[in-house]
């Protein structure tokens, strides 16, 4: 009895001669995010007109064919606006997870590799950090700069920065008191040259996912501070203010919170799943 293959389900693309299996949930998330990325480097590629262009005429008019988002209180399009807000949303995601990231390499590495009293000096204050909100620190820093791009990525990037840093910490820990880290030791090798070329490397690959989740989280936070009216102020396109521009209208024009609400949520889930797929891809590696 001859036997039938059974194609796996998904997506399978050839690169280099290699099967490589692209879920279609993936792809589609995938897509988002070019878009995404399109949008933030050539806004112009998705749409004609201007973010800023007043038409008097057609104010509120729902989603049509001619304006998919709708417009708001003085005409302008929506799908425009989000469009071209997408930079700033972006660059706050990408500069708040870095911001983050760089300090929870320098205090969760200081940590991990030091020990003793510096790490118990370190972990009690990314604890103490760790339950400081987000949302005091924004009110802090606006108090002192005022509402602002830089203002937004300072605040998520510092409110971010003591849960990573705790990652980085137990990812130090746990790579140490490996074997081939035991081993370049034995072999004579200097310990800045067993950090740099062992320790840092294989601590860091787990959090490359971790990386990417933050960039979604971090978007969510700064749209989250905007529409609380912490953050960039109306009447920039960034997705938070969209939201703080429209719930004046929540009640009669329901498409100026849905739709930029809609677009932060698929981004954020798009940038999630695309980085728990590399987690996966990362650890089925690593095995």
């Known amino acids: 009895m001859s036997s039938v293959a059974v194609p796996p389900t998904g997506i399978l693309a050839r690169?280099?001669?290699l099967r490589i299996r692209v879920r279609p949930g993936t792809a589609a998330c995938?897509?988002?995010v070019a878009v995404i990325a399109v949008a933030a480097i050539a806004p112009q590629v998705l749409t004609h007109r201007g973010p800023n262009?007043?038409?008097l005429g057609h104010t509120l008019l729902a989603p049509s064919l001619s304006h998919p988002f709708g417009t708001d209180d003085a005409g302008r399009d929506l799908y425009t606006r989000v469009i071209y807000g997408a930079r700033e949303s972006l660059g706050i995601g990408l500069g708040a997870t870095g911001l983050a990231m760089s300090i929870a390499i320098l205090l969760g590495f200081l940590?991990?590799?030091?020990?003793?009293?510096?790490d118990v000096v370190i972990t009690r204050i990314l604890e103490v950090a760790f339950a400081f909100?987000?949302?005091l620190l924004a009110l802090l820093l606006i108090a002192i700069r005022g509402p602002s791009v830089t203002t937004e990525i300072v605040a998520v990037g510092i409110g971010s920065a003591p849960g990573y840093a705790r990652l980085v910490r137990g990812q130090v820990m746990h790579v140490r008191q490996a074997a081939y880290i035991e081993a370049a030791a034995a072999l004579g090798h200097r310990r800045l040259t067993v950090i740099r070329r062992?320790?840092?490397p294989n601590a860091m690959r787990p959090l490359v996912a971790v990386i990417t989740l933050g960039i979604g989280q971090s978007i969510v936070w700064a749209s989250g501070l905007a529409f609380l009216g912490l953050g960039v102020a109306p009447p920039s396109p960034e997705w938070g203010a969209l939201l703080d521009s429209g719930r004046l209208y929540i009640t009669t024009s329901w498409w100026l919170e849905i739709m930029p609400g809609l677009v932060i949520?698929?981004?954020a889930l798009s940038v999630t799943s695309l980085g728990r797929t590399l987690q996966h891809r990362l650890e089925g590696a690593a095995r």
């Open 15 to 17: 690169v280099s001669g």
């Open 30 to 32: 995938a897509a988002i």
């Open 53 to 55: 262009a007043i038409d």
């Open 111 to 118: 940590a991990g590799l030091a020990g003793g009293l510096a």
């Open 133 to 135: 909100p987000v949302l």
């Open 198 to 200: 062992h320790l840092f």
């Open 265 to 267: 949520v698929l981004v």
